[in-house]
């Protein structure tokens, strides 16, 4: 299948009713709900900042906002882009609950219609995989950054262990990938990938000081997640975040 027509089946899938709602219980409502998590992820976002002054940022593939929701509440002028209609619908939704003023923008990451160069930070959650050209989309994100910006990738390595990947498992109710999506899905090329090829695709679309942060505190808020809720199927994997810079 060639690109378009892998991303047209994909766009499909990501604009799906139950798919949306799954994603805003699961990660909104679920993870980042659960305030233990909530602070943990803040806390590891801030560090990834530091003492940078970031005045915009981007959150490519946002879904609900789940990472834009925290760059807008740290006073930063926000931007999340998604290919999927439903899904900003609800990113909407989310933000206007939170009283977060963020701009989100639908088109596809992979050819993001925003001016280069603009951006202090972009951030992208859940993403790479999904994606037909993963170091191509890196490559063009890196161009959206003002020299010297700040790129922040996080993704999840999937255990190994399939007790684990058993306890994790919560599938949206109400779709189910069929024949057609699931070779597609065959095709994808960062489909399961660990951060130490992420780094390689980041070293090689030029980011410089490229580091991954340290992860302590969310495993720890799921811990403690799963042992007060064991049916909601806290995500087994490893949780990593890379940041890096654009060279000035
Ligand atoms: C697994 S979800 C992650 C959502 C969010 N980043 C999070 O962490 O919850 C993947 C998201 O990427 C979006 N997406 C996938 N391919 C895309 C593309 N080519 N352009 C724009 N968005 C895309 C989907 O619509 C979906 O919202």
Do not use: C
């Not at 766009?11 to 799906?16: A, F, L, V």
């Not at 798919?19 to 909530?38: K, T, W």
């Not at 890196?138 to 007790?163: F, H, K, Q, T």
């Not at 090829?197 to 799921?222: F, H, P, T, Y």
């Amino acid at each position: 299948m060639q690109a378009d027509e892998l991303k047209q089946i994909f766009r499909e899938g990501w604009m799906n009713s139950s798919v949306v709602e799954h994603r805003v219980e699961r990660f909104i409502e679920g993870e980042f709900g659960f305030e233990p998590s909530f602070q943990a992820w803040r806390s590891v976002l801030k560090q990834a900042i530091g003492e940078r002054n970031v005045a915009s940022a981007v959150d490519m593939g946002t879904g609900p906002g789940t990472i834009a929701q925290f760059w807008a509440a740290m006073g930063i002028e926000t931007t999340g882009v998604d290919f999927s209609a439903t899904m900003l619908a609800a990113a909407r939704e989310v933000a206007a609950k939170k009283g977060l003023k963020i701009n989100f923008v639908e088109g596809d990451a992979e050819q993001p219609p925003l001016k280069e160069g603009t951006f202090d930070l972009l951030s992208s959650r859940a993403v790479l995989f999904t994606l037909p050209h993963p170091g191509y989309a890196v490559a063009r994100w890196v161009r959206l950054l003002r020299p010297g910006g700040l790129m922040v990738l996080i993704g999840e390595i999937p255990p190994a262990d399939s007790n684990k990947q058993k306890r994790a498992f919560r599938p949206a109710q109400g779709w189910k990938p069929d024949e057609t999506y699931r070779e597609a899905m065959s095709q994808l090329p960062f489909r399961e990938h660990t951060d130490q090829m992420l780094r390689v695709v980041m070293e090689a679309a030029g980011l410089i000081e490229i580091k991954n942060l340290q992860m302590d505190e969310v495993i720890s808020a799921r811990e403690v997640h799963d042992k007060l809720d064991p049916e909601y199927g806290v995500l087994q994997g490893t949780p990593y975040i890379l940041t890096g810079r654009r060279p000035e």
